[in-house]
């Protein structure tokens, strides 16, 4: 089964940018992993609803059809690793469309996407930049591995 990550614009260079890329290279030991990051928009439109329909255009063109989406949300479902461990082995398991996991920007998710997607999760009640989440994001996915394996990554 297909996991894609989409992340709306470019991880800022510097000590995120390269926690993400560790992890990514560690995850190649388990499963292949689409790490997207779509152009953002030119310009911060005039209002945050105008800004979330520009993200929402960047978003439509990747979301192919079918795909298990979640969202990356403050108000999603939250999981501990063990728990998130479980999910991405169902769908994992389920195997038959691609998981596609999104993480939005500043101001979060349009309506259209917010209706386009199974469900939404959250990696804590506080809130993590759309740039923090991508490292956070990289990190549970590979230890998720570690628990399905039963390897020591987790203690």
Avoid: C
Wanted: charge should be positive.
């Amino acid at each position: 089964m297909k996991i894609s990550i989409l992340n709306i614009g470019k991880t800022d260079p510097g000590s995120i940018k390269e926690g993400v890329s560790a992890y990514l290279e560690k995850l190649r030991h388990y499963h292949t992993i689409d790490w997207m990051e779509l152009p953002a928009p030119k310009g911060m439109a005039s209002s945050v609803p105008a800004q979330l329909k520009k993200e929402e255009d960047v978003f439509i063109r990747h979301l192919g059809s079918g795909a298990n989406v979640f969202l990356l949300d403050s108000g999603g479902k939250e999981y501990d690793s063990i728990e998130f461990a479980g999910f991405i082995g169902k769908k994992i398991s389920e195997g038959q469309r691609p998981l596609i996991l999104v993480t939005g920007g500043p101001y979060g998710f349009s309506e259209r996407i917010l209706q386009l997607a199974e469900g939404k999760i959250s990696f804590s009640k506080l809130t993590f930049t759309h740039q923090m989440i991508r490292l956070i994001l990289a990190e549970q996915l590979y230890r998720a591995f570690t628990i399905r394996r039963n390897e020591r990554y987790h203690h």
